[in-house]
């Protein structure tokens, strides 16, 4: 079992910038790939980001070059780092966690509001 806590969401101008956060608890955490999703009102939820090491990261086409991914496998932590924000970026953020190797994401955190806005 994972359990996954997110923090960092808020509201934003366009063209700014946010940290999302989230602490992963566990057995053998370092053995999970930890990633980002997404779901904006009436769309289907949508991966961002993905890390299994810091040479291992993937990035949706929407996040290339404008957000950055990182992990701490000591403190078992994830966070993604976005910049250059639009207002297609406002939705629900969520923390997930799925075994290496494994085609499905198993866990995910209870989401985090992110709203760019003027």
């Known amino acids: 079992q994972v359990q996954l806590v997110e923090s960092g969401g808020g509201l934003v101008q366009p063209g700014g910038s946010l940290r999302l956060s989230c602490a992963a608890s566990?057995?053998?955490?370092?053995?999970?790939?930890l990633g980002w999703f997404r779901q904006a009102p009436g769309k289907e939820r949508e991966i961002v980001a993905a890390v299994y090491t810091a040479s291992s990261t993937y990035y949706a086409d929407a996040a290339k070059g404008r957000f950055t991914i990182s992990r701490d496998m000591a403190r078992n932590t994830v966070s993604l780092k976005m910049d250059k924000l639009t207002p297609d970026d406002t939705a629900i953020y969520y923390c997930a966690a799925k075994f290496r190797g494994s085609d499905s994401w198993h866990y995910y955190g209870q989401g985090t509001q992110v709203t760019v806005s003027s």
């Open positions: 566990g057995r053998a955490i370092g053995n999970y790939v």
